[in-house]
């Protein structure tokens, strides 16, 4: 690492996982059954809060335009939590610049509320905090969400929206130099999204997504998958399960089940169709390895957030049915068999039950996050229910600090605090083209619709 340079803070600040020095905070929360609403309380809440014409248009009119009383209703909230947290970003860590918790995150939130609005002051205000992490990248960790790939790659997608080829070149030119310490076969680097190869996957993805197929070209994108692929492989034959799952994953010695450090965010990225994975693997590794974690889920459709964890408390998208739901969908885009979709709507209807939390609204292990899930299916199935299902989560976040919730120890952050908050609650404006930021892939097809339609 270049001396003289700061450091994100992820590193440096102490994490509220005590005894689990890098795991994200809502891993250690306490019983998710006391922290979530119980359905009965949830139709009280529905009930007493709810007015009642957006309540009648929820059940019978939502197309593709969300009402005009609804839509009034997020706008007004979205210029008011922008105001708290620019407010609040003025005490926040000067130098976490990760995506996670840091001021890149703050750069994605203004880029997605450009993309939703096409308001070019929201890409200027992405860019101020996008000079500011490339100011510090530290060339410790080489993830989106917590290393400098992220800075990198939201650093190129916003230059290239500046029309600023040169510098956005610049930022894949330095992304891409990463790329030899994910490859390294003999390096300790996980494969896990927040910190490890697969975080580094979704980078080079996002740049193809955003900037245009070719940015990043298909060699450096085979390299990193055909990594990941190794490292599953051998970790499956040390454990002797090369037969029930080809393809297993551990970090810091636990085999998770999860989207930010475990197997389902793995299995999501190598389905991608950008990823380029060959067929083969894909039937023959990814396939059985999903239908393995699939037989490890929960009666009550939630799933473990380790393979040895017999708890069935966690319902985020870090920890399970919020995460596995997208892994599962993807699934069945890409092997169209029926029980995949099942079980996404299983994982949806657990969501449904349990995933208003009083950790908060955030992205990572909040209400924003799980509200995520509902409009991931809802592009799926076209089906009303679960675009009802987003919106009434989007409801509880309308009414922000109003539930005694837990303030997190990022309280503006985009993966745990308001930011998130935002971005769920912009999407919503848009549910078409909504997408969990840092994990579900866009389309440039899909934003030129979008736009054209808002
Ligand atoms: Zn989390």
Request: hydrophobic share 35%.
């Amino acid at each position: 690492m270049p001396s003289g340079r700061l450091m994100c803070s992820s590193d440096l600040l102490p994490l509220p996982g005590r005894g689990l020095p890098l795991q994200c905070s809502g891993c250690t929360v306490r019983s998710e059954r006391k922290d979530s609403l119980q359905q009965n309380c949830w139709s009280k809440y529905l009930l007493q809060h709810s007015p009642a014409p957006v309540r009648l248009k929820c059940l019978s009119a939502f197309g593709s335009q969300i009402v005009h009383h609804f839509t009034k209703r997020i706008q007004t909230k979205i210029k008011d939590l922008l105001q708290q947290m620019e407010e609040g970003l003025k005490t926040a860590d000067p130098h976490d610049c990760s995506a996670y918790t840091g001021w890149t995150g703050i750069a994605l939130l203004y880029l997605q509320l450009y993309r939703v609005t096409c308001d070019q002051t929201y890409l200027l205000r992405s860019l101020d905090y996008v000079k500011r992490t490339l100011r510090n990248l530290n060339g410790r960790r080489v993830t989106f969400l917590c290393g400098d790939a992220g800075p990198l790659a939201v650093g190129a997608v916003v230059y290239h929206k500046l029309k600023s080829d040169c510098e956005s070149q610049e930022c894949i030119t330095k992304l891409l130099q990463l790329q030899r310490s994910v490859v390294c076969r003999e390096s300790d680097l996980p494969d896990e999204l927040l910190y490890g190869r697969a975080g580094y996957l979704y980078a080079l993805l996002y740049v193809n997504s955003e900037v245009g197929p070719g940015a990043v070209c298909e060699s450096a994108i085979k390299e990193v998958v055909d990594a990941i692929i190794e490292s599953g492989k051998s970790l499956s034959r040390e454990e002797k399960k090369a037969e029930r799952c080809p393809l297993l994953y551990q970090w810091h010695r636990k085999q998770y089940v999860g989207a930010a450090h475990g197997m389902a965010g793995i299995y999501y990225m190598l389905m991608q169709p950008a990823a380029k994975v060959d067929q083969e693997i894909l039937t023959e590794m990814v396939k059985p390895s999903i239908d393995y974690m699939r037989h490890k889920r929960f009666r009550s459709g939630n799933y473990p957030s380790s393979l040895s964890n017999e708890t069935d408390r966690l319902v985020h998208w870090c920890h399970g049915a919020p995460g596995v739901i997208h892994m599962l969908m993807q699934a069945y885009k890409v092997f169209k068999e029926e029980k995949y979709l099942k079980d996404a709507m299983e994982c949806s209807d657990v969501i449904w039950q349990r995933g208003l939390l009083r950790k908060g609204y955030g992205i990572c292990h909040g209400a924003a996050g799980n509200g995520y899930s509902f409009l991931s299916l809802y592009h799926l199935t076209q089906d009303k229910k679960y675009l009802y299902r987003a919106c009434k989560f989007a409801e509880w976040c309308l009414e922000y600090g109003a539930h005694g919730c837990r303030i997190p120890d990022r309280p503006y952050s985009l993966f745990e605090g308001m930011a998130g908050a935002i971005h769920f609650l912009s999407d919503i404006l848009v549910p078409e083209t909504s997408r969990f930021p840092a994990f579900e892939l866009g389309s440039s097809q899909g934003d030129a619709k979008m736009q054209k339609d808002y």
